[in-house]
């Protein structure tokens, strides 16, 4: 073992952290650096007791009364005693009292004995050091990097599946933070580390469902490719890889989804990745029964204008209200086939088979014939407006909402069922629920409002599987970049509220969110504090002043504005202090210009 030093009595210490005056063979000098780990083992009047810590800070200071310059030019001559010294701070992350051989973590909490020598600790004894030997024994293990002395760092699986803790949230700077990098090696880690293991929480993870969200470019499109950086250099990353016990191999697993090409078409729209693309939407019936129709309009006006919300809920009321009836209707005449089935399967699975006859003229299927049926006299909807004594000023101002929201690509999302088809001719509903599956929704190329919709429909629609589904039990990770568009600190309307549901619930029925973002302190508050795990990558310093990096300790705060691409801070309630992690480069492609061509040639596939 190496000796770095002895407890120092020059600074106070306390159960929680000490300080090391650094000595070596030569003397005064440094003989560890941040983030080394240490040991400790003294003698209190419960027994011996061995503590472990961090080195989270270091001073250059000399020993001795020097007041000025010309002291300490007398000083460095050698005619003044006085001695350069270094002192390292230490924060305690375990401690032990021996019994024996035995150790048990019911050490008295005593400060360490001045003149203690400290060792570095290398090799397994890490893992004790840090807690890692326990969620190994436990099976929770989960590698998320690697640590400065080349050791594989993890957190514990039972605070990122709801047993005792949930959601993920990543923040750093654009560019440089490496967001969507890390967050997708986490979720590679996840579904790796799940094969490899045993134990309930493994056999959950295996089966888990995750959810990306592409929110720039086509740059997620190509996870199941190759990536040229990571192939032009692999050699330098194998050795982390393989230390990780992860495979630098493409996502296998994967599905991928994007809005269609303009109204009425089932082509998707895609610039760069040319096959292997289904279109999605949604009808009346699932917008209606998720109560979606409010995630069309402005959350602000919404807020400003009450009787132009009055319309609006009055409006998806209405709508609530004849579903309903037509299903009950269809129910008692027979064409209901499946009880079991929601109404919005039923409904839809109906109109599909039987066309137009039968439930076009009861129900408006898209926009169109919604913007009609309130602009008749005579139409349904409009005539129970009226009833709820919604104004024909407001009618009309509902009306010309509803033709902006055509105008920003709500036409190409809200789909009017084929009808006459069977449900398996024309698919356009995104199934995510596939175990051990990665589905990719692009949103990059919708307006903002459209793609708010979008998130809300997901989040709802998992939501509510998970709500009536009590033998679902696997978790549904969910990812989403630029989280504070989606989930501001003010305002937000009905979205924010699906995602304060989603953090504040979602973790009893294992929907995990992990959001990234740039600047935490822009996210909604009961969101951004419901993240068990919190990973900060290179951030600005005024950013870092802000209370939602509190936990974080000065030298981490220092730390975090000087991160280097491929290093992140992970925090969770498990470690007593944040640690350093270097993750390796994806072999997976993240830019849409990035990937390794195939040999195959990659024709058009889709059905217009």
Same mark, same amino acid.
């Given at each position: 073992?190496?000796?770095? @030093? *002895?407890? #120092?009595?020059?600074?106070?210490?306390?159960?929680?952290?000490?300080?090391?005056?650094?000595?070596?063979?030569?003397?005064?000098?440094?003989?560890?650096?941040?983030?080394?780990?240490?040991?400790?083992?003294?003698?209190?009047?419960? @027994?011996?007791?061995?503590?472990?810590?961090?080195?989270?800070?270091?001073?250059?200071?000399?020993?001795?009364?020097? +007041?000025?310059?010309?002291?300490?030019?007398?000083?460095?001559?050698?005619? /003044?005693?006085?001695?350069?010294?270094?002192?390292?701070?230490?924060?305690?992350?375990?401690?032990?009292?021996?019994?024996?051989?035995?150790?048990?973590?019911?050490?008295?909490?005593?400060?360490?004995?001045?003149?203690?020598?400290?060792?570095?600790?290398?090799?397994?004894?890490?893992?004790?050091?840090?807690?890692?030997?326990?969620?190994?024994?436990?099976?929770?293990?989960?590698?998320?990097?690697?640590?400065?002395?080349?050791?594989?760092?993890?957190?514990?699986?039972?605070?990122?599946?709801?047993?005792?803790?949930?959601?993920?949230?990543?923040?750093?700077?654009?560019?440089?933070?490496?967001?969507?990098?890390?967050?997708?090696?986490?979720?590679?880690?996840?579904?790796?580390?799940?094969?490899?293991?045993?134990? %309930?929480?493994?056999?959950?993870?295996?089966?888990?469902?995750?959810?990306?969200?592409?929110?720039?470019?086509?740059?997620?499109?190509?996870? $199941?490719?190759?990536? +040229?950086?990571? /192939?032009?250099?692999?050699? +330098?990353?194998?050795?982390?890889?393989?230390?990780? $016990?992860?495979?630098?191999?493409?996502?296998?697993?994967?599905?991928?989804?994007?809005?269609?090409?303009?109204?009425?078409?089932?082509?998707?729209?895609?610039?760069? !990745?040319?096959?292997?693309?289904?279109?999605?939407?949604?009808?009346?019936?699932?917008?209606?029964?998720?109560?979606?129709?409010?995630?069309?309009?402005?959350?602000?006006?919404?807020?400003?204008?009450?009787?132009?919300?009055?319309?609006?809920?009055?409006?998806?009321?209405?709508?609530?209200? !004849?579903?309903?009836?037509?299903? =009950?209707?269809?129910?008692?005449?027979?064409?209901?086939?499946?009880?079991?089935?929601?109404?919005?399967?039923?409904? !839809?699975?109906?109109?599909? /088979?039987?066309?137009?006859?039968?439930?076009?003229?009861?129900?408006?299927?898209?926009?169109?014939?919604?913007?009609?049926?309130?602009?008749? $006299?005579?139409?349904?909807?409009?005539?129970?407006?009226?009833?709820?004594?919604?104004?024909?000023?407001?009618?009309?101002?509902?009306?010309?909402?509803?033709?902006?929201?055509? +105008?920003?690509?709500?036409?190409?999302?809200?789909?009017?069922?084929?009808?006459?088809?069977?449900?398996? =001719?024309?698919?356009?509903?995104?199934?995510?629920?596939?175990?051990?599956?990665?589905?990719?929704?692009?949103?990059?190329?919708?307006?903002?409002?459209? =793609?708010?919709?979008? *998130?809300?429909?997901?989040?709802? %629609?998992?939501?509510?599987?998970?709500?009536?589904?009590?033998?679902?039990?696997?978790?549904?990770?969910?990812?989403?970049?630029?989280?504070?568009?989606?989930?501001?600190?003010?305002?937000?309307?009905?979205?924010?509220?699906?995602?304060?549901?989603?953090?504040?619930?979602?973790?009893?029925?294992?929907?995990?969110?992990?959001?990234?973002?740039? #600047?935490?302190?822009? *996210?909604?508050?009961?969101?951004?504090?419901?993240?068990?795990?919190?990973?900060?990558? !290179?951030?600005?310093?005024?950013?870092?002043?802000?209370? %939602?990096?509190?936990?974080?300790?000065?030298?981490?705060?220092?730390?975090?504005?000087?991160?280097?691409?491929?290093?992140?801070?992970?925090?969770?309630?498990?470690?007593?202090?944040?640690?350093? *992690? /270097?993750?390796?480069?994806?072999?997976?492609?993240?830019?849409?210009?990035?990937?390794?061509?195939?040999?195959?040639?990659?024709? $058009?596939?889709?059905?217009?």
């Amino acid at each position: 073992m190496k000796q770095i @030093g *002895v407890v #120092t009595g020059i600074f106070e210490s306390n159960p929680y952290e000490f300080f090391v005056r650094m000595v070596s063979e030569r003397g005064y000098q440094a003989s560890a650096q941040i983030e080394d780990i240490v040991k400790i083992e003294y003698s209190t009047g419960y @027994g011996k007791v061995l503590t472990y810590g961090v080195i989270v800070d270091i001073q250059n200071r000399w020993d001795g009364d020097l +007041k000025n310059g010309y002291e300490e030019d007398v000083a460095l001559e050698g005619l /003044k005693p006085a001695y350069p010294i270094y002192i390292a701070k230490v924060k305690v992350t375990r401690s032990f009292l021996k019994k024996g051989e035995q150790l048990s973590e019911t050490a008295p909490e005593i400060p360490p004995s001045i003149g203690s020598p400290v060792f570095l600790v290398e090799d397994d004894e890490i893992d004790i050091a840090l807690g890692f030997d326990e969620l190994k024994r436990k099976n929770v293990a989960l590698p998320v990097g690697i640590l400065k002395n080349g050791r594989p760092a993890y957190l514990d699986l039972r605070y990122i599946l709801g047993d005792n803790g949930a959601h993920i949230n990543v923040s750093g700077q654009s560019g440089v933070a490496a967001k969507t990098s890390y967050t997708t090696f986490l979720v590679k880690s996840m579904m790796e580390t799940s094969r490899k293991h045993e134990g %309930e929480l493994m056999e959950l993870l295996r089966e888990a469902r995750y959810i990306i969200f592409n929110v720039k470019g086509e740059s997620l499109m190509f996870l $199941d490719r190759i990536s +040229k950086e990571w /192939k032009a250099e692999r050699e +330098k990353w194998d050795e982390m890889y393989k230390s990780l $016990d992860i495979e630098p191999t493409p996502f296998e697993n994967v599905a991928f989804y994007a809005p269609s090409k303009r109204k009425g078409s089932y082509k998707p729209d895609v610039n760069k !990745r040319m096959s292997g693309v289904k279109t999605y939407g949604w009808d009346t019936f699932d917008i209606v029964e998720m109560g979606l129709l409010e995630l069309m309009f402005d959350p602000d006006e919404m807020a400003r204008n009450q009787n132009f919300q009055l319309a609006v809920w009055s409006l998806q009321e209405f709508l609530t209200q !004849r579903m309903e009836e037509i299903y =009950q209707e269809f129910l008692s005449r027979g064409y209901v086939k499946d009880k079991e089935q929601l109404p919005s399967q039923a409904l !839809r699975e109906i109109a599909m /088979k039987h066309g137009d006859g039968l439930i076009k003229d009861e129900i408006p299927l898209d926009l169109d014939s919604l913007i009609e049926d309130l602009k008749r $006299d005579d139409g349904k909807a409009r005539r129970y407006l009226l009833s709820e004594h919604v104004q024909s000023q407001t009618i009309s101002m509902l009306v010309r909402r509803l033709k902006t929201a055509q +105008k920003m690509d709500f036409d190409r999302l809200w789909m009017r069922p084929p009808l006459g088809v069977t449900a398996s =001719q024309v698919e356009y509903r995104i199934n995510w629920n596939v175990p051990g599956r990665v589905t990719v929704i692009d949103i990059s190329k919708l307006r903002t409002r459209s =793609q708010a919709f979008v *998130v809300g429909a997901i989040l709802s %629609e998992v939501m509510r599987e998970k709500e009536t589904n009590n033998s679902f039990v696997h978790p549904v990770f969910i990812f989403l970049d630029e989280l504070n568009k989606y989930a501001p600190r003010h305002g937000g309307g009905a979205l924010a509220n699906i995602f304060r549901d989603v953090a504040e619930r979602g973790r009893s029925f294992r929907v995990i969110l992990i959001g990234a973002e740039q #600047t935490a302190s822009e *996210v909604d508050y009961r969101v951004i504090t419901q993240a068990a795990t919190v990973v900060v990558g !290179r951030q600005k310093g005024a950013e870092l002043l802000k209370p %939602e990096y509190s936990h974080l300790t000065d030298h981490y705060k220092r730390k975090a504005a000087l991160l280097k691409q491929g290093e992140v801070i992970v925090d969770q309630p498990f470690l007593n202090l944040p640690l350093t *992690v /270097k993750f390796p480069l994806p072999a997976w492609c993240t830019r849409e210009d990035g990937y390794v061509m195939e040999s195959e040639n990659d024709e $058009d596939e889709y059905i217009i």
